[in-house]
């Protein structure tokens, strides 16, 4: 690969000139999108965004968020999680297929950080309560609760509908 700035041919896994130090990219990737723009040039040709600082300054790659492993089932296996569905300030909510009654629901995991054993007792009657209100159009059901590994969890009726994600589900308060 021969460099644009001084002429020296360098080897084809080289970013840098041997000889100059010029990079010899041939795409530049922005800094605030990730699109790619030929080399040289000044803006994101997706967004408009700035390139100069990136086609100057060589980057370290940003460090990874460390992922997060996704349980496969809750309750000692009962409910097989399909795929999570989305997460609030105060649960996470899988789909779920409840493997005792063969049907697909939500299944709801309370988060636990800064729980004191008043709020678990709080939501342990909450619980309860909701469970006793029986079949309404404008009540949703629980189906189970319970506890996971030290952590609360609600079932419930998966609601079909939208979502802002386009899932196809509405995702109860969560």
Known sequence: MKCPNCQTENPEDAKFCMNCGQSLQTEITCPSCGETSPA???????????????ATKPTKPKPKKPSTIEPISFAGGRYQIKKFLGEGGKKKVYLANDTVLDRDVAFALIKTEKLDDEARTRITREDQAMGKLGDHPNIVTV???GDHQGQP????PLLPGGDVEGK????LRI
Do not use: P, R
């Open 143 to 145: 189906y189970d609760f």
């Open 168 to 171: 196809g589900y509405a995702l």
């Open 153 to 156: 969890y609600m079932v419930l």
């Open 40 to 54: 040289g040039s000044k803006f994101c040709k997706k967004y408009g965004h700035s390139l100069i600082e990136k």
